[in-house]
């Protein structure tokens, strides 16, 4: 059974059709990553998975609970099983780091202040950051930030988090730390990941399974090697075959 069954899901902002009529099963433990050129509705699928937009048909099921029509107090529950790292981090400029990642323990749990300051400490180790509690986001590099984000997405420990462009704005060193921390947390923390990304190279070297939309409909899926073996024009045509002999060199 898969643990998000997507159906039908469609999504339309004025005269542009972003998500028009897409199916998608996403399984329990597994690293997909969902591709796709600009504008495709990558983060807005995300967004939907999280009660963040409403989407206009379709549905969407949530560990084979229907959650596409839960109202918002009801998701503030669903949203307790799952983590998101944001594009730009969003970290809060106005708290410390200590503070923002017990931001969503203070907000979801009823931890004492004792137990939060441990787990901060343990999340931050996690990410490969321990001890700077009592720095703020203004001290950090940009690679820092999306480390301290991440902590905050799995601090409550869910069941599954998502990426919306993980790797976004980084120099290559710290996409490779920041993959690296991805596969790290999906094996000590049992999660489901779920990414976006533009990246193709570091979404062929995470993933379980590729997820391409085209047109607003999930035109392919498989193995990153499945992919690169693909004679279908729409997988080769959005690889490239440049990419295509980069990946298969790598």
Do not use: C
């Not at 997507?6 to 597994?30: M, P, Q, S």
């Not at 949530?62 to 970290?91: C, H, N, P, Y």
């Not at 323990?105 to 009592?134: F, H, N, S, Y």
Request: avoid cysteine; charged fraction near 25%.
């Amino acid at each position: 059974m898969a643990l998000f069954e997507v159906r039908g899901v469609r999504k339309v902002f004025g005269r542009n059709v972003v998500l028009d009529g897409l199916d998608l099963d996403i399984f329990k433990g597994e690293v997909v990553t969902i591709i796709g050129e600009s504008g495709s509705g990558k983060s807005i699928l995300l967004k939907a998975l999280m009660g963040l937009i409403e989407i206009d048909a379709g549905t969407i099921r949530f560990d084979d609970e229907v959650v596409s029509d839960a109202s918002e107090k009801e998701w503030t529950q669903i949203r307790r099983r799952i983590g998101m790292l944001f594009q730009e981090s969003a970290l809060f400029d106005s708290l410390s780091v200590y503070e923002n990642v017990a931001y969503a323990l203070r907000e979801q749990t009823d931890m004492p202040e004792e137990e939060i300051a441990r787990q901060v400490a343990e999340t931050l180790t996690l990410v490969g950051l321990p001890g700077i509690e009592e720095m703020w986001p203004a001290d950090l590099s940009g690679g820092m930030r999306k480390r301290v984000a991440l902590a905050r997405a799995v601090a409550v420990r869910p069941e599954t988090v998502f990426y919306d462009e993980p790797a976004e704005g980084l120099d290559p060193i710290n996409v490779t730390r920041v993959n690296r921390l991805l596969l790290g947390l999906q094996e000590s923390l049992n999660v489901t990941s779920v990414v976006v990304t533009h990246n193709l190279k570091a979404a062929f070297r995470i993933s379980d399974r590729l997820v391409l939309i085209h047109d607003g409909k999930v035109v392919a899926t498989g193995t990153p090697e499945s992919f690169l073996d693909s004679q279908d024009p729409i997988v080769r045509e959005f690889i490239g075959e440049r990419m295509r002999r980069v990946l298969l060199a790598s």
